[in-house]
């Protein structure tokens, strides 16, 4: 069992920065794939970045690109997710997710508790 707890969620105005953190509770981490979902009201949840476990490979939706970077540090079993420029359209419940695989794109196996971003307008 993995659990994930994020950190960094809050309101914005548009054109702002946040930076989420998520600390995963494994001995495994370099094992995991990992990356940030984000679920708007009345929307599906949807993928916005992921990570390879290596780090090696990495992928962003293409309604962030150029906007949000997603890093992880393997010694320290976090993963970020730096974004700028942000829109109101980012506004969204963002989730930590992990997959015991390569990725970087991925099914979860284990979710984080979720942060909510605002941005205003």
């Known amino acids: 069992q993995v659990q994930l707890v994020e950190s960094g969620g809050g309101l914005v105005q548009t054109g702002g920065s946040l930076r989420l953190s998520c600390v995963a509770s494994t001995r495994t981490f370099s094992d995991y794939a990992l990356g940030w979902f984000r679920q708007a009201p009345g929307k599906e949840r949807e993928l916005v970045a992921g990570i390879s476990k290596t780090g090696g490979s990495i992928y962003h939706a293409d309604s962030v690109k150029g906007r949000f970077t997603i890093s992880r540090d393997n010694a320290k079993n976090t993963v970020n997710l730096q974004m700028n420029s942000l829109k109101p359209e980012d506004t969204a419940v963002y989730y930590c997710?992990?997959?015991?695989?390569?990725?970087?794109?991925?099914?979860?196996?284990?979710w984080g508790q979720g942060t909510q971003v605002t941005v205003s307008s």
């Open positions: 997710a992990a997959e015991r695989g390569a990725g970087p794109i991925f099914t979860p196996d284990y």
